[in-house]
């Protein structure tokens, strides 16, 4: 089973910045998009930013025009640069791949802490 471990949470100041890095342990067969999410204590998971195998992006209008999603297909790694965060930016970030055949895969999750 192919597994996603997410790294690069911490504890930054507003208008700070972090990446976060998804590496898959092996080539994930029939890989339709990848993205992130997050979860802040109360509230629901909601998505980030998402990148197709074609490499079209989008992104949750809360983080346009500060976090970037793109990918290292040789490395089997999707990253998230968030630049400007601010304190709503706060949760756990968890790393997402959709396929064509078989179930979702989720990461563990990173926290990503934003102190005002």
């Known amino acids: 089973q192919v597994q996603l471990v997410e790294s690069g949470g911490g504890l930054v100041q507003a208008g700070g910045f972090l990446r976060l890095s998804c590496a898959a342990s092996?080539?994930?067969?029939?890989?339709?998009?990848m993205g992130w999410y997050r979860q802040a204590p109360g509230k629901q998971r909601e998505r980030v930013a998402v990148i197709d195998s074609g490499g079209t992006t989008e992104y949750g209008d809360s983080v346009k025009d500060r976090f970037i999603i793109y990918r290292d297909k040789d490395k089997n790694t999707v990253y998230l640069q968030m630049n400007s965060l601010k304190p709503e930016d706060t949760g756990v970030y968890y790393c997402?791949?959709?396929?064509?055949?078989?179930?979702?895969?989720w990461g563990q999750g990173t926290q990503v802490t934003v102190s005002s």
């Open positions: 092996a080539r994930i067969f029939s890989l339709t998009s």
């Open positions: 997402n791949a959709v396929r064509l055949i078989g179930p979702g895969l």
